[in-house]
């Protein structure tokens, strides 16, 4: 994130005065802004766990996705963040684990004496975590990945900061689906004009039309077992279709 980005997030978020402690709508209408602004998928990310660092008891924040069956660790504020995480995948059990893959938000209010997760509850032993949140993101549906806050103390996350993180998760989920639709357009464009191109080099070079050509790059790809736009880059690259000595 770029140094005038996380100058925004520089006021902390907080409850107003107002009887009903309802939230700082200017706090999250800037971080609108910014998700908005931001240049990919890993700017988002960033974006999100910085602006969750100004939520109160929050010492450390991180972000989880999850997309068709596959799991990673998108953005983090603390390299322990990143390790707590693996180390849930790797045992397969944890709150963010939990959060992650039935998409309900998990509270820990003690991590030293959690009993729902006994070899999450005995690793975190070496970590300086007292407590921890995890809220679900969705977005049309889907659960999309998970928001993690993290702090020092036990007992640290009140009512107002759970409401705090659905509120965060919810503006990630958006941004994070927009972000993921734009980048698959954008893959698909750049694949459709691959192929264009080493549908070209066919073309010119065995007296083809572009059926004929297409059809060349989709026989390459099912017979090695290779993405279509792999084919086609690779001829780009090379000036050889896969197997050709030529």
Same mark, same amino acid.
Not at 73 to 88: C, G
């Given at each position: *994130?770029r140094m005038?980005? /996380?100058?925004? %997030?520089?006021?902390?978020?907080?409850?107003?005065?107002?009887d009903d402690?309802t939230?700082?709508?200017?706090? %999250?209408?800037?971080?609108?802004? +910014?998700?908005? &602004?931001?240049?990919? /998928?890993?700017?988002t990310v960033?974006?999100?766990?910085?602006?969750?660092l100004?939520?109160?008891?929050c010492?450390?924040a991180?972000v989880a996705?999850?997309l068709?069956?596959?799991?990673?660790i998108?953005?983090?504020? &603390?390299p322990l963040?990143?390790?707590?995480y693996?180390?849930? %995948?790797?045992l397969g +059990?944890?709150?963010?684990?939990?959060?992650?893959t039935?998409?309900?938000?998990?509270?820990?209010? &003690?991590?030293?004496?959690?009993?729902?997760?006994?070899?999450?509850?005995?690793? /975190?032993a070496?970590?300086?975590?007292?407590?921890?949140?995890?809220?679900? *993101?969705w977005?049309?549906?889907?659960?999309?990945?998970?928001?993690?806050?993290?702090?020092?103390?036990p007992?640290?996350?009140?009512?107002d900061d759970?409401?705090?993180a659905h509120?965060?998760?919810?503006h990630a989920?958006?941004?994070?689906?927009?972000t993921?639709?734009? +980048?698959?357009?954008?893959?698909?464009?750049?694949?459709? =004009?691959?192929?264009?191109?080493?549908m070209?080099i066919?073309?010119?070079?065995?007296d083809?039309?572009?059926?004929?050509a297409?059809?060349?790059l =989709?026989?390459?790809?099912?017979? %090695?077992?290779v993405?279509?736009?792999d084919?086609?880059?690779?001829?780009?690259?090379t000036? =050889?279709?896969r197997?050709?000595?030529?």
């Amino acid at each position: *994130m770029r140094m005038d980005q /996380m100058a925004r %997030f520089s006021e902390p978020l907080s409850a107003s005065s107002d009887d009903d402690q309802t939230f700082d709508a200017d706090a %999250f209408a800037r971080l609108a802004v +910014e998700l908005h &602004d931001a240049d990919g /998928m890993e700017e988002t990310v960033e974006a999100v766990v910085q602006f969750a660092l100004q939520a109160e008891a929050c010492s450390y924040a991180g972000v989880a996705l999850t997309l068709r069956g596959t799991r990673e660790i998108a953005a983090v504020t &603390d390299p322990l963040v990143a390790e707590i995480y693996q180390f849930q %995948f790797d045992l397969g +059990e944890g709150p963010m684990l939990t959060a992650l893959t039935e998409g309900v938000a998990v509270h820990v209010p &003690d991590a030293a004496n959690e009993t729902r997760w006994p070899t999450w509850t005995a690793e /975190m032993a070496q970590y300086p975590i007292g407590s921890v949140l995890h809220a679900p *993101m969705w977005a049309n549906a889907q659960l999309i990945g998970v928001l993690s806050l993290y702090n020092t103390e036990p007992n640290a996350f009140s009512a107002d900061d759970e409401a705090i993180a659905h509120i965060l998760a919810r503006h990630a989920s958006v941004a994070v689906a927009s972000t993921r639709d734009d +980048e698959t357009m954008t893959a698909a464009v750049d694949a459709r =004009k691959l192929v264009g191109q080493a549908m070209g080099i066919l073309m010119e070079r065995f007296d083809l039309d572009d059926v004929g050509a297409f059809e060349i790059l =989709k026989r390459y790809s099912q017979e %090695f077992n290779v993405k279509l736009r792999d084919v086609a880059q690779e001829l780009i690259d090379t000036r =050889k279709l896969r197997g050709d000595a030529r």
